[in-house]
């Protein structure tokens, strides 16, 4: 079964503080990893997908990084709008459902 | 606006009452999921269809569960005899087959 752990759970962050969220992965085969933001009481917003091993994409303040065991979702100079719930999920080569983990809460203070 | 749209946003329902939930997909969309999302967690996949068929099910989605996706367009949720454990945000999302999916805004269920 496939299985994501992220961490940390939370993140407080001042303004300006760069820092990184963690997505560990085990999945039979990788069709593809997806970073997703969500906002209170709203569904997922996607950004980005990663398919193979040392690949990065990079959004505003934004950049995702993969190796073959995990992900990583650095922040730079974060602002207080990039305060979000911060989730990955992995999608498996014989499926097409995605597998969440519990997402990474970032707080950041103006 | 284009995206996902999901109805309705909130439902308040006694236990053991019916309710059906609807989601529009992305137009020209094939694919169509519906996830269960409770606090803290992240969404947890019950089904999907591509075009009409419905070609998966979770062991999460038991029998009083049953999703429809009439002519491959609009698809519906509904939820039998529902628990207090059915208490849940409902997520939908569309994609283009194999792709990236996009999700509706979910339809949050309240069980008294």
Known sequence: ?110 | DTGVSQNPRHKITKRGQNVTFRCDPISEHNRLYWYRQTLGQGPEFLTYFQNEAQLEKSRLLSDRFSAERPKGSFSTLEIQRTEQGDSAMYLCASSPLGDTQYFGPGTRLTVL
């Open chain 1, 1 to 110: 079964e496939d299985q994501v752990t992220q961490s940390p759970e939370a993140l407080r962050l001042q303004e300006g503080e760069s820092s990184s969220l963690n997505c560990s992965y085990t999945v039979s085969g990788l069709r593809g990893l997806f970073w997703y933001r969500q906002d209170p009481g709203k569904g997922p917003e996607f950004l980005f997908t990663l398919y193979s091993a040392g690949e990065e994409k990079e959004k505003e303040r934004l950049k995702a990084t993969l190796t073959k065991k995990e992900s990583f979702l650095h922040i730079t100079a974060p602002k207080p709008e990039d305060s979000a719930t911060y989730l990955c999920a992995v999608q498996a080569t014989n499926d097409y459902k995605l597998s969440f983990g519990a997402g990474t809460t970032v707080t950041v203070r103006a």
